[in-house]
């Protein structure tokens, strides 16, 4: 099993550098077996291919958002499309199991490699995964964000932030039942 994450999330052009394979190589951060990026840079599939990548989670599938799906994709990668926005009104909660599981069953297949997007690298994906470390990696919010913050910058939105706030009060909850049984 895949003991890093790669987080990486830069622009088309990153400081007056074309974003290509090699710019990626120079310019990533590990932190297990999980890539994480902006939409522009999930879009270079060679890129993605020679990085090993397995299993792609998008977070903006949608006709106006990204068009990653399953046909771009193709049978290179094991592809999830979520329909999220980056609004204070969506709940992307409902999302949060079966994108943990997503991501948790491709670090467990041989060379599993997970890419996980959205547009911007910020909001939608950095959620889903905060929310995949506190449901298999048992690690509250704080120590959650702790972990990513120190690779990257991260900005979920104010609505997601609550979410993952009730997730992390829910598992606290079951811990301590699971504790008294």
């Not at 310019?27 to 299993?55: D, E, M, Y």
């Not at 120590?143 to 706030?165: D, H, Q, S």
């Amino acid at each position: 099993m895949c003991k890093y994450f790669i987080v990486l999330s830069f622009p088309c052009n990153y400081r007056g550098h074309e974003i290509t394979s090699d710019f990626f190589f120079n310019n990533f951060l590990q932190v297990w077996c999980l890539f994480f990026l902006a939409r522009a840079v999930a879009h270079n599939k060679a890129a993605l291919l020679r990085l090993g990548i397995t299993h792609v989670l998008n977070a903006a599938h949608s006709k106006r958002g990204s068009i990653g799906n399953q046909r771009f994709y193709g049978n290179d990668f094991v592809y999830f499309g979520i329909p999220a926005d980056d609004s204070t009104h969506f709940d992307l909660d409902v999302y949060f199991q079966p994108a943990a599981d997503f991501i948790h069953n491709a670090l467990k297949s041989p060379g599993g490699k997970v890419l996980v997007h959205c547009i911007m690298g910020m909001s939608r994906s950095s959620t889903l995964v905060l929310a995949y470390l506190m449901i298999y990696h048992h690690l509250s919010l704080k120590k959650a964000l702790e972990k990513v913050v120190k690779k990257r910058a991260i900005y979920p939105n104010r609505n997601f932030l609550a979410l993952l706030l009730d997730l992390d009060l829910q598992l606290t909850k079951k811990k301590k039942t699971c504790q008294i049984l």
